[in-house]
């Protein structure tokens, strides 16, 4: 069956970076995007963007553009994102989602708490 | 950025009860739009896709509808375990986007 498995908990200083893991099974990873998304406590879900597994191609949230950077190491199924300079509204439940141009299969999350 | 506006914010219903939420976006969108449900502390899961086709596993009580800018998803028979945030996402123009979300809980 479709598993899309998440790293752990981060907690990070502001300014610093952090990179989370989404590792994929059950299914041919290349076929398929991989969409991150996330949510700050209270607040609705909200889209940080989207890379194709394929070719490696990234579209970003214009808000989060020039911080976030979305890999993908096809050898081992696993899909990456990185948010540089976090400050506090940063903290919140990250998701990586399978994209078919809708989100059918989803990670775990990962809670990553930016405090100084 | 695409616009999407859903209400109510939150409702409260009885357990058997119809529930309907509406979703309007900005421009239109087509049939590009897929409702989702949320509970606290879990991923997101996926109800309803291209705006009224049922996703697998998710029982017929839910359904979606509409085009253009103007959507409706119902719960025709509210049971305990709806108890969630459900959201519509337009897929139709980056950057995707979602309602504000609908609370829904047991009266």
């Known amino acids: 069956q479709v598993q899309l498995v998440q790293s752990g908990a981060e907690v990070k200083k502001p300014g610093a970076s952090v990179k989370v893991s989404c590792m994929a099974s059950?299914?041919?990873?290349?076929?398929?995007?991989i969409t991150w998304l996330r949510q700050a406590p209270g607040q609705g879900l909200e889209w940080m963007g989207w890379i194709s597994i394929y070719n490696g191609n990234t579209n970003y949230a214009p808000r989060l553009q020039g911080r976030v950077t979305m890999t993908r190491d096809t050898s081992t199924g696993t899909a990456y994102m990185e948010l540089r300079g976090l400050r506090s509204d940063d903290t919140g439940l990250y998701f990586c989602a399978r994209d078919i141009r809708r989100f059918d299969h989803w990670g775990q999350g990962t809670l990553v708490n930016v405090s100084s | 950025d695409m616009q999407m506006t859903q209400s109510p914010s939150s409702l409260s219903a009885s357990v058997g009860d119809r529930v309907t939420i509406t979703c309007q976006a900005s421009h239109d969108i087509n049939d590009y739009l897929n409702w989702y449900q949320h509970k606290p502390g879990k991923a997101p899961k996926l109800l309803i896709y291209d705006a009224s086709n049922l996703e697998t596993g998710v029982p017929s009580r839910f359904s979606g509808s509409g085009s253009g800018t103007d959507f409706t998803f119902t719960i025709s028979s509210l049971q305990a375990e709806d108890i969630a945030t459900y959201y519509c996402q337009q897929y139709e123009s980056l950057p995707y986007t979602f309602g504000q979300g609908t609370k829904v809980q047991i009266k």
């Open positions: 059950g299914y041919i990873f290349s076929s398929y995007g």
